[in-house]
Each structure stands twice: as structure tokens, then as C-alpha cells.
């Protein structure tokens, strides 16, 4: 069983990412999917969360501008950063259990993670 989280870089304020996390050895579609991310110094925080039936919840200071979403015959999910900070600079990662918990030590496997720096 494995997470396999992609797509971070660096970008401008303004700019957009889009991060991949791939599974190997299970399938997405029977898990949510939380997007977390640490930023130096911080605690690791959910970002967003796509459940098992694809309702989605967002973090304030993400709303409007990250969405997540599912592609089950890819056995991945994605999450569209648009519009981005200089503040959601972090490592991000993703991480599956059956529930959208917002704590993220509830789930189950985790992705390494994919570093998304933002300069203004």
C-alpha cells in the first residue's frame, strides 16, 4: 500500500500547481483523501478533503482557490492550487482513511511529501 504525492514546485504569487497523489496497492475510491500541508515551524494542517462519495471540504485560507478532485480510473487524486501565496508555501502531502478527518493523525496512509514554494 502506497501514496505517491507529486507536483509541487516553485511558483510566483499568482501562479498555479497542480498536485497528483498516486495509490498503488489499494484503490482511492473507497478512501477520502486529505491534503495536508508544514510549513517550517508549523503544525501540519488539512488543506482540503475529498471524500469516498466526493464532498469536499476546504480550509478558510484555502477557499476559492484550491479545489481537489478524483480521477478513480487513474487511482489518483489531485489538488488544483490557483491564485497562491506566498503563505501556502509548505511541504504538502496526501493521506487516505476511510473518513474526512480533520486531525491528521486519524489517517491511515500517508504520501511522502512534495514542496510547494511560493515568492512573492
Known amino acids: 500500500v502506497q501514496l505517491q504525492a507529486s507536483g509541487g514546485g516553485s511558483v510566483q504569487t499568482g501562479g498555479s500547481l497542480r498536485l497528483s497523489c498516486a495509490a498503488s496497492?489499494?484503490?482511492?475510491?473507497?478512501?477520502?483523501i486529505g491534503w495536508f500541508r508544514q510549513a517550517p515551524g508549523k503544525e501540519r494542517a488539512r488543506v482540503s478533503c475529498?471524500?469516498?462519495?466526493?464532498?469536499?471540504y476546504y480550509a478558510d485560507s484555502v477557499k476559492g482557490r484550491f479545489t481537489t478532485s478524483r480521477d478513480n480510473a487513474k487511482n489518483t487524486v489531485y489538488l488544483q492550487m490557483n491564485s497562491l501565496k506566498p503563505e501556502d508555501t509548505a511541504v504538502y502531502y496526501c493521506?487516505?482513511?476511510?473518513?474526512?478527518?480533520?486531525?491528521?493523525?486519524?489517517?491511515?496512509?500517508w504520501g511522502q511529501g512534495t514542496l510547494v514554494t511560493v515568492s512573492s
Open positions: 493521506a487516505a482513511d476511510p473518513l474526512c478527518y480533520s486531525d491528521y493523525a486519524q489517517y491511515e496512509y
Open positions: 475529498i471524500s469516498s462519495s466526493d464532498a469536499t
Open positions: 496497492g489499494f484503490t482511492l475510491d473507497d478512501y477520502a
